[in-house]
Each structure stands twice: as C-alpha cells, then as structure tokens.
C-alpha cells in the first residue's frame, strides 16, 4: 500500500498546481455557464442522434456494480460478460463490434491502443451521474475532434460537486458486501476550496473472492437413457481493486474549467472457459495486475459574443502484468502503454440560426512490452473536423468533415504501409412537423473507420506478422422518431423508435494463415447490420408522495455475416446472424418511490445467440433472462443522513451463460450503506 | 382513463414476465446427429471411417463423424447421443484418433486425456489422463502417446516433452521417457520408437531433433537425430524410410520434407513443404498451406512423392480443380482398400469444415459439412453397431 500513499500525495500536489494556475484567473462577474450536463428530459427531445440515458434517481435505484451493468438497459446494446466482478465486460453497439464503440469518461476518452476495447466493469457507478449512449456522434458540434471520431459513444458523466445551502462539504461514505464475499468501501468527499472552486475526492477499495456456484444441465429428449447435470464452483475469480480520483472544478470569466487525476490498481483471476478436463489439468490459474494513471484537463471558455473555445489535454499511462501457468509453458508478459491527447475545439457563431465548429486533436500512443520479438510500436494520430450547424426553431441540420491522420512507426520494418490517411463526413438531421406537439422526425448518416489496434498488428497468434491490416470502414443511416408528452398532469410518457443498417466492411478477423498454430488477422469480413431500437419511458405522481417511473427497451437485430466465402455450397457461414448478437433483446425497469422507501425491479431478456456466425445446433447458447429486486430505505439521525439498501439478483436462479463456456452467477445478494453528512 | 391502463398493463406485464421465465422452455439438450447419404453402398473389408473434429481451446466442441461405407450414409457429431451422460462431452481439441484391439482411441490434446471407446458401439469405456497429448500410436498390446509435458530440465519454465506408455488391457500409465521439446507424432519401426520434437513453445529457439526410444526396456532415449526445424509429421513407408515433415519457423525457414533411412541417417531433404502426409501403397501423399508475405495469400500445394525413387512425382493429385474450392487442406487420409483421396477443408477453423472424397485419380466422389477443423481420419474394418446413431434420421 505504499505505492498508493505515494500516488495521494503525487495528486493532491499536482492538483494544488492546477488549482493554483486557474485560481488566479478567477472572475466574479456573470459566469456564462456552458453546461456539459443539462440533465433533463427536454434534452434528449434534442438530440437529433438517438441517444439513450440513465441518471438520478433511475440510474441509483439500478442494482448494478459497474458501468457494464447499467448499460445492459439501452436498446442496440449486447454486454458481453465472462462472469462474476472481475470478469471482462465489453459492449458491441448496434453490432459493429467492441472497437467501433468510444467511451468518453468526463469528456476524454478513454483510450486502449492494445485492444481497442475498454474493460467497462472497471467503471464504478458510484461518482456517476449520468451514463448516455449516442448511436453515431453526440449531436453537439461544440466538441473535440475525437468525439466525431467513433461509429457509436458512450459518455460517462462524473458527479459535480454539490452542496446543502451554506455548506462547504458533502462527505458519502459507502460500503457494500453480499455474495462472493464482496467488500466495497467507499467515500466521496466534495468540498468547495473557494466561491469558484469545487473538489471532490473519490477512492473505492474492492475485494471479492468471485466464487460462485455454477450448473451446466442437458437434457436427453431422445430417449430414457437421461443427460447430464453437474455443479461446480467457479474459481479464480477473485479481484482486488484500489481506486482514487481527485477532481478539481472552476469556473472563471465566461467558461468553466476542470482537471482530474485518475488511479487504478487491481488484481484479479481469470476463470477459464468451463469445458471438459481432467480432474487438476487446467487449474485456470492465470492472473492480471493491471495499473492505470491518468490526468485529465479541460477548459472551455466564451473568447468573445459569438465565440467559444475549449482546450482538453490527457496523458495516461497503463501497466498489464499477465501471467499464466499452462503446463508446458510459463507467461510472465508485462505490457506498458503511455497515452498523450490534446484538443483544441472551436465554435463560431456566424448567424444567430448558422454556428461553425473547427477542432484539431492530436493523440500518441506507445507500447513497450517483456516479450520476445517485440516491436514496440508507436503511433501518432492528428484528426481535424469541420462542423456545421444550423438551428432554426423547427428544424436542426447538422454536418461534419472528419479528416483522420495516422502515422505508425515500429522497431522491425516490414515493408507495412505506416501512413494513412482517411476523410469520414457525417450529416444529421431534425424535424418537427407540428410545432404544437413534442414529435420529432429525425436521420443520419455516418461513414467512419477503426485503425487496427496493437494487438491486432503485432500481437496475433505465435508472433506471426500480420501488419498488412487496412483499417476497419463502418457505414450507418438511421431515421427515427421521438416523441415525448403528458397525459394529464401528473403523467409523463416518452418513446423513440430508430431503424437503422449498418454495414461493416473490411473487418478484421482472425485467419488461419498457414500450417497450424499461425493466424493472421485479415480484413475479410463483411457484415450487414439491420435493426429497430425502441426506447419507451413513462413516469408519474398517482398520489401524494408515492412515484412510479419505468422503462421498457427492445432491440431487434439482424446482423448478417456476408464474408466471402470460396465456395458457397459447402459454407454454412455465409447470411449467418454473427457471433452473440441476439435477434430479440429488450429490457424493463420499474422504479417506485414512496416517502423513504425506493423499490426498483429490473429485467433483462438476451434472446438465443450463436457462438459463429454458422447458426448450427453446436454454436446455439441458450437465451437467459434475469430479474433484479432492490429495495432501500432513507433515514435521518439529526444531521446524518443513512440509506440502506438490499438488492436480490438473477431472483430466478436461472443457470446462463453470456458468453459460451462462462457460466454466470446464479441468484446473488447485495447490501449498501450509505452515510451522508 | 389512460393511467389506469398504464397502471393495469405493467401490472400485467410483470405477472405475464415472471410467469414466462418460471420454467425456460428451451433446455439445453444433447445435440442429435446429422444424417446424411452421401455416397451409394459400396462393400469391401474396410466399413468406413471416423473423423476427429479438432475445434479451438475453450470451445468444448471436439467431435467425431463416422462414414459407413455399406449404407454410404455419413453420421455427424455421434458422440453425444452415444453417450449422453458424459459431462461435457468430448472437450477440446481434437489431435488425434486411432483403433487399436478393439477399441477406439481419441486424443483430446487440452482436455488433457485419451477418450477410450468401443469400436463398434463408440461407447465410452475409459479415459487415460495425459496432459498435453499429442498423437498415439501401438506396438504390442502398449498404447505410446506422446506429450508435452515431462520433465522439467534446463529452463524450470519449460518442461521436456515425453512418451507415456499405457498398458492397453488395464488402460493404466506404466512407464514414461522424456524426449525433446514439444513432440509431435511418431512411429514405430522394428524395436524402435521415434518421435518428432518441435519446440513449438520455443519460440525462437526451436528443436531440430527426431528421438529414438528402444521399446524393449523403454527406460531413455537412445539417441538424437538432427533433422530439420520444428518438427511435426511422421509417416513410415512400406521400405521403412521415415518421412518426417518440418513445419519451418514462418519466417526464414519454410516447411519442409526429410527422409530418415533404414540406418537412422536423413538420406534426403526434398525441398516440399509438408503440412500433412498420407502413405497410399508407394506413394506419399503431402499437402501443405503456407501463408505468404509476398502474394498476402496462403500457398498450397499438393505433391507425390514415389516412395521407391524418393523423388516427386507429381504435384498435383487432386485433377478436377476441386483443389480450387479448398481453401485450407488441413487433413489428408487414404483408403487402403479402393486407395480413394480424402482430403478435409479447416476453411477458418472457427466454422465447419468440409470433407472431400475423391477417387484414385483425383475426381471428386463427394463432399460433406463436418465439424469445426476436421483434421483426423481413421479407417475401421467393424461397422459401427450402435442403434442410436443408425435409426436416428
């Protein structure tokens, strides 16, 4: 525990840097707010992007550990899980893949040059405030060049500070436990350093032995002979987690600023795939350190009447220490990647309806690894956007010209294209036909690409050489509708539909790309992608003090694989829905409020997926379905504020698998205090 | 008015919810298996054959085909309703599949065991655990299964590859000598084992060698041939010269084919790379997928070799340009009676793969879907007798 001693100090002198910089710019007069967050429902009327979000009172009732879990709620979301607290958790929007989705922690994004795909179970509801999931861009052009830069994005938004009137303070402490015996202590502390100056300070500790009960039962309907039903526990599942954040937030003359120091420490087990062994053969005993520190700034400010500018800059640094005892061999591989980002974004207005955006963002990533035959690649990206948007009061068009700017160096010269360079427009549109009624008609369409990442150039199978990889083209339209009203007064309903196609070319898959034991990732897929999202929500007072709000989702996907194949008569592949998108998946959440007491009731249904996109008997994983109960209660001893809450979840004790071979935990309990003070 | 059926709909909603998901109509079942004629009969002493479907690590889906001559009928995945109280079927990884005295043998290279089976039921019968097992092989009444895991020498982290040998009546390990890194197949020839070692975990420091192993003490290896990098196949001729196929390292070294003469020495290298090989009467059968980092493709090629002047004879035996539609020949057998080609397509190795029959003059007879990477082939003279495969259609 040292090392984090070392870390709080490193942060809290940093950051009275930071502080002490902008403190001196401080302006008591007018403070022109450029809110990031205006969470109201008016908003997301909005939005001409189909945007789906979770915050307040909704997303606190949520009987969810992490990020990951929340997000299982939005419609077009497929959560892939591999089980208990520490498994890795990553979402695929819309079916374009993991890597296609970005996610912005605070308005940065958060950035994995290895995978391109971020481990969202590390994200910890508790400092969250509102979790938000745009298909295509956030349809704000006031932004950094890298928010154009993703097919889909998701924005997590970290609690502002706030105060009880005439106070300084606002100190939470929490502490959670339950089944795998979990221990979750937590604390927030916000406090107000000056009139314009607010700090918060955050720091988690996890430790959860992640076991669990499992069962895998089959059936024989053939004859009387029976299947099999077996039980296990899962093991190796365990976590070790410290986490603090320290952020500082401003306002000065005509803008606002704020800063944030990030660190992550964890261990954790990685369970294998449940298959069949002989009994000590494969112990799963591979384990994963992983360190993380980041330091993010931004600053947006009104330079003039009609003319705002926001500066955002970032360096991370992570540390992946993997180790795996197989029999024959022993992995010892650490991984250090460093992250640089700046941004600079700027907004003019030029007509009271016509504003104009110019952002330029630059971004170096490097990667060292213990390895043998390493590359140590290095890459630096620069994008350039131009934006546009025009306002009229019913209607809101909006285009962009995203230009990307790859250049690639690494230790062994392959003769690999390193150069690349790539434009991507996107235009969105917004319709009210009616000016009387809340109902909006609304499209767009999005041409964007992935660069390959690290693993995928350098890290392929047995060290082959694999760095003739193209980028990754993905094309979406989507036209919906959105509609929100009242009926009555006490009665709020709101809805959208989306239906959407996407089409994934040139995607990389892994390939054989020779004798056995050596693949190659290619760009060989193809994939097409149709789908509805619906989103419907409805909240009301039926009486006095009892409230009720709800939500139901449902997503319909048909994602077909279009790879080339040799010969069309012997591949069963080809039209294939791909791997784990499920057709149907929808979910509900209830909430009910009355006087001190909270009820939330949530349920997930993720319809049957194939394992390949050849849909057969041998690639089927069973469809699951979970509900969730949590239900809590407020008191107040004097100034002291407590809730607790007890949460019961998969009620069913339904046995499922999200992912092949990875059996989920089966009904499961958890208990949060909270103190408020 | 419109409250109340909000109110009255969610209601319902959650009663119709909890009602549904109390009992999930669809449970796992046994996967039945696929029937399919795919040939007219033909008899002769050879009844048909098995095919082992190696699958990916972690996928659980290592299956077996079996191929019955007479109805000309191919059963697919039959492993299952055979045996449908084995907990988690076959495991995975499928390397290699053999009959030897009655029964019918299965190496599960991650699963770590040999799935022991009756051969003409394909009833389960025992499972012998070897970690890490590679290929199998017989020499009387003694199963020789090589593995990657022996003892630990030089480096603690990498263990010496070795053979168990298991007593094929008790179906117990009673001995076991190491070998070089990672070996591959083997065979047996008068008294002698040999084993080809690969270092294939050695990355980039591969093993060269092929060891020799006395069967009559079995205590240690006698001695160490030097061959060719990382080493893989091993196939016998009727002059018993040992083939030995060279997988390369993928980068300066290509693939390649050595013959070990009847005096341990390597009389010839013959500049053909070699990813899998078949003897069919005096011809060597050899295939092989390269993958290029000129032409950004995968090279195949297919060769005999005539076992009598050594030299290749052709480079081409399958003739109806059906070699066009296979985009990885991952497994080559020949039948030994009517001396037929089957060659078997891994295409991406995460879907089904596909069978290819073709005569003795390389026409196409037929083809089959099979399981993911079809790889391995065995050839039985005892049709299976199992009623719940044969009446299942």
């Not at chain 1, 298909?135 to 924005?155: L, T, V």
């Not at chain 1, 600053?299 to 800059?313: A, D, H, M, V, Y």
């Not at chain 1, 700017?405 to 294209?417: L, M, N, Q, T």
């Not at chain 2, 008068?190 to 006395?214: C, E, F, M, Q």
């Amino acid at each position: 525990m040292r090392r984090s001693h070392f870390i709080i100090a490193f942060l809290a002198t940093l950051n009275g840097f930071v502080a002490g910089v902008f403190a001196r710019d401080i302006d008591t007069v007018r403070v022109h707010e450029i809110q990031e967050v205006t969470v109201t429902a008016d908003r997301i009327r909005r939005e001409i992007i189909p945007v789906q979000r979770l915050e307040g009172k909704l997303l606190e009732r949520l009987s969810s550990h992490s990020v990951a879990d929340a997000l299982r709620y939005f419609s077009g979301v497929q959560l892939k899980d591999y089980g208990g607290i520490g498994g890795l958790k990553t979402v695929n929007i819309r079916s374009m893949g993991s890597q296609h989705a970005g996610v912005f922690y605070d308005g940065v994004e958060i950035g994995n040059a290895q995978n391109g795909v971020v481990d969202l179970g590390r994200y910890s509801l508790d400092n969250m405030e509102a979790v938000s999931l745009y298909n295509g861009q956030k349809s704000s052009i006031f932004q950094p060049a890298k928010d154009f830069a993703s097919a889909s994005s998701i924005y997590l938004t970290t609690r502002v500070p706030r105060f009880a009137e005439g106070k300084n303070d606002h100190i939470k402490i929490t502490f959670k436990t339950g089944s795998f015996d979990l221990i979750d202590p937590s604390l927030l502390w916000e406090h107000r350093i000056s009139p314009n100056i607010q700090s918060s300070l955050n720091a988690v500790y996890t430790n959860s032995s992640g076991k669990y009960k499992f069962r895998y039962k089959v059936n024989n309907p053939r004859d009387a002979r029976g299947g099999y039903d077996t039980t296990a526990v899962r093991k190796n599942g365990d976590i070790e987690i410290f986490r603090i954040e320290y952020a500082l937030f401003g306002k000065i003359s005509g803008g606002e600023w704020k800063t944030r120091l990030y660190y992550y420490d964890s261990e954790r087990g990685y369970p294998g795939a449940v298959v069949k062994e002989e009994p000590g053969r494969m112990k799963h005993e591979d384990r994963q350190k992983d360190r993380n520190f980041f330091s993010q700034s931004s600053l947006k400010k009104r330079i003039s009447e009609n003319c705002f500018t926001q500066l955002t800059g970032k360096y991370a640094y992570d540390y992946i220490y993997y180790e795996s005892d197989t029999l024959i061999q022993k992995l010892r591989n650490k991984y250090t990647i460093h992250d640089v980002y700046l941004s600079s974004a700027n907004m003019f207005g030029i007509l009271p309806f016509w504003s104009v955006n110019v952002s330029a963002d630059y971004r170096w990533n490097g990667m060292d690894s213990n390895i043998p035959m390493f590359n140590y690649p290095q890459r630096h990206t620069g994008w350039v956007v131009a934006a546009t948007s025009f306002h009229w009061p019913r209607l809101n068009v909006q285009a962009s010209l995203l230009g990307t700017f790859v250049h690639e160096s690494a230790k062994e010269e392959i003769g690999v294209r390193r150069d690349w360079k790539r434009y991507t427009p996107t235009i969105l549109a917004s319709w009210q036909p009616w000016p009387e009624q809340r109902f909006f008609l609304r499209a767009f369409y999005k041409d964007i690409f992935r660069m390959p990442t690290f693993s995928e150039i350098y890290l392929a199978y047995m060290g082959s050489l694999s760095s003739y990889l193209k980028p990754e083209y993905a094309r979406q339209f989507n036209m919906g509708v959105v509609y929100s009203g009242n009926i009555g007064k006490n009665f709020d309903i709101d809805g959208q539909v989306d239906v959407y196609y996407n089409r994934v070319r040139d995607k990389i898959l892994a390939r054989p790309g020779g004798v056995n034991f050596r693949w190659t990732m290619k760009n060989v897929g193809l994939v097409k992608i149709r789908g509805v999202d619906v989103a419907l929500g409805a909240s009301s007072r039926i009486w006095k003090d009892l409230k009720l709000s709800g939500k139901v989702n449902y997503s319909y996907q048909k994602a077909q694989d279009y790879t080339p194949v040799e010969v069309l008569s012997d591949t069963i592949s080809y039209k294939g829905q791909i791997s784990y998108i499920p057709r149907h998946s929808g979910s509900a959440l209830f909430g009910a409020g009355y006087k001190t007491w909270d009820l939330s009731y949530s349920f997930i249904y993720t319809g049957k997926r194939y394992t390949e996109s050849s849909n057969i008997p041998e690639n089927k994983v069973l469809e699951w379905y979970t509900h969730d109960l949590a239900i809590s209660k407020s008191f107040r001893w004097d100034k002291l504020q407590f809730k607790a809450t007890v949460e019961v979840n998969n009620l069913l004790n339904q046995a499922y698998d999200v992912v092949k071979n990875y059996p989920m935990p089966g009904t499961n309990f958890k208990f949060i205090f909270h103190l408020i003070f | 008015m419109i409250q109340r059926i909000f109110y009255f709909g969610s209601i319902l909603f959650l009663v119709s919810v909890s009602l549904f998901t109390s009992c999930r109509g669809d449970e796992e079942e046994i996967i039945p298996p696929g029937v399919t004629p795919v040939a007219p009969g033909e008899s002769g002493p050879v009844k048909g054959f098995f095919l082992l479907n190696e699958a990916n690590m972690g996928s659980n889906k290592a299956s077996i085909d079996y191929f019955d001559s007479e109805s000309g009928k191919y059963y697919k995945n039959i492993y299952p309703t055979i045996n449908p109280n084995v907990v988690h079927e076959l495991g995975d990884v499928g390397n290699d599949i053999k009959i030897y005295g009655g029964k019918l043998y299965a190496v599960i290279n991650v699963s770590g065991y040999i799935e022991v089976m009756d051969v003409h039921t394909a009833k389960h019968t025992h499972s012998i655990t070897v970690p890490n097992c590679r290929y199998i092989i017989f020499d009387r009444g003694y199963a020789y299964v090589s593995s990657y895991n022996g003892p630990v020498s030089i480096d603690p982290d990498i263990p010496l590859g070795c053979v168990v040998k298991i007593d094929t009546v008790t179906m117990e390990e009673v001995g076991r000598v190491a070998v070089g890194y990672q070996p591959e197949e083997m065979v047996i020839r008068g008294n002698k084992l040999y084993v080809a070692n690969s270092g294939g975990y050695r990355v980039p420091d591969y093993d060269h060698t092929v060891s020799v192993i006395a069967l009559n003490d079995f205590t240690g290896e006698q001695k160490r041939i030097t061959v060719g990098i990382n080493l893989h196949r091993m196939k016998l001729d009727n002059d018993s010269n040992i083939y030995v196929g060279s997988r390369g390292d993928y980068r300066n070294s290509p693939s390649n084919t050595y013959i070990i003469d009847r005096n341990d020495m390597v009389r010839r290298k013959l500049d053909l790379p070699c990813s899998s090989m078949a003897l069919g009467g005096d011809s060597m059968y050899v295939c092989s997928v390269e993958w290029s980092n000129i032409t950004l493709k995968n090279t195949v090629t297919y060769a005999i070799v005539n076992t009598k002047t050594q030299a290749v004879v052709s480079r081409r035996f399958i003739t109806d340009d059906t070699d066009q539609q296979i985009v990885v020949p991952y497994g080559i057998a020949i039948h030994p009676e009517t001396r037929d080609i089957y060659v078997t397509d891994a295409k991406d190795y995460m879907n089904p793969g596909v069978l290819y029959c073709f005569d003795r003059y390389g026409k196409r007879k037929w083809a089959q879907v099979t399981g993911d990477a079809p790889a391995h082939i065995v050839f039985t003279r005892r049709s299976l007798q199992n009623p719940e495969i044969l009446e299942s259609n």
